[in-house]
C-alpha cells in the first residue's frame, strides 16, 4: 500500500511542471529506548522518501526489518515480537511541512503535520524540524518522541525495566533534486 502510495504520489508530482521535486538520496533513521536495566538503540538506512518544496507535501516509507542493533537477539526480538514486522513490513508518514518557505536560503524551523502508520495504526502527528535549504540539496533534520502504546506496540510486564514506553526518534534526510 505504502508503495502504491509513494508511486502514485510521484506522478502527480511529475506532471506538476513548476513543482521543485526532491528525492532523498541518504537518510537515517534512529530511536533509542532509555530504560533502567538497558538502553537499546537501533538504525535504518533503507527509508525512501520524495518531497515536494513548493506544496511541501513530503513522504516517507521505511522498511521495519532494516533496522540495525548492536545485538542481534535485540534484532530479532524486534522484528518477531514487537513491530511483528512480517505483518507491519513498513512504516510510514504522509503529510506538509509547515513554516517553510523554499524561497528562503538556509536554516528554518518547520513542522510536519501528518499521519504517522506504525505497527498497522495511524496516528496524526505534529513532528517539529529543521529545514536547510542549499545550492546541492535540502537537509531535513527532527527529533521527537512515540509512545509505543499509541501504536499497540506491547511490551511484556517481565521486560517493563529493559524497554521505555516511548522512545526518540531521530530523522536526518538529505534530498537532492528530481
Known sequence: MCRQFLLVWLGVVALSAQAQQYVLSEGVITFFSEATLENIKAENKSTTSVFDATS???????????????????????????????KYPRSTFSGRLEGFDVSKLGEQRVKAIGKLLIHGVTQSVEIPGVIE?????????????IKLADYKIKIPQILWQNIAEQVEVTANFIYKPR
Do not use: C, D, R, T
Open 56 to 86: 511541501g507535501e513530503i513522504a516517507f516509507a521505511i522498511p521495519n526489518n532494516q533496522f540495525q542493533f548492536e545485538k542481534k537477539l535485540m534484532q530479532q526480538h524486534f522484528n518477531e515480537k514487537y513491530m511483528e514486522s512480517e
Open 133 to 145: 535549504v542549499g545550492p546541492q540539496g535540502i537537509i531535513m533534520k527532527s527529533v521527537f518522541m
